[in-house]
């Protein structure tokens, strides 16, 4: 099994910057990417950014891109979310999750980001 533990999360004011890490930790040996989604309050949980771990191959939705950067950390096992410039419609529960080739192998138990106006 793969456990994640999200952290970073927190208060910010808008255009303010904010970096999650997602540390994974167990069978870790066969995640092929991670990846990062978030959840506002009364909406769909919505993909945010994904890297994989061989190459460092990432994408990301087209609200983030240019203002967040995913990256890795191979040797620490943790994956970083670098949020820029932050917007109030950011303001949601970040959730990072474990992926082999085909599936989702495992998921944090999320971290809040709350960005004020």
């Known amino acids: 099994q793969v456990q994640l533990v999200e952290s970073g999360g927190g208060l910010v004011q808008a255009g303010d910057s904010l970096r999650l890490s997602c540390a994974a930790s167990?069978?870790?040996?066969?995640?092929?990417?991670m990846d990062w989604f978030r959840q506002a309050p009364g909406k769909e949980r919505e993909f945010v950014a994904r890297?994989?771990?061989?190459?460092?191959?990432?994408n990301y939705a087209d609200s983030v891109k240019g203002r967040f950067t995913i990256s890795k950390d191979n040797a620490k096992n943790t994956v970083y979310l670098q949020m820029n410039n932050v917007k109030p419609e950011d303001t949601a529960v970040y959730y990072c999750?474990?992926?082999?080739?085909?599936?989702?192998?495992?998921w944090g138990q999320g971290t809040q980001v709350t960005v004020s106006s």
């Open positions: 167990g069978r870790t040996f066969n995640i092929y990417g």
């Open positions: 999750a474990a992926r082999n080739s085909y599936v989702y192998v495992s």
């Open positions: 890297i994989n771990l061989n190459g460092g191959s990432t």
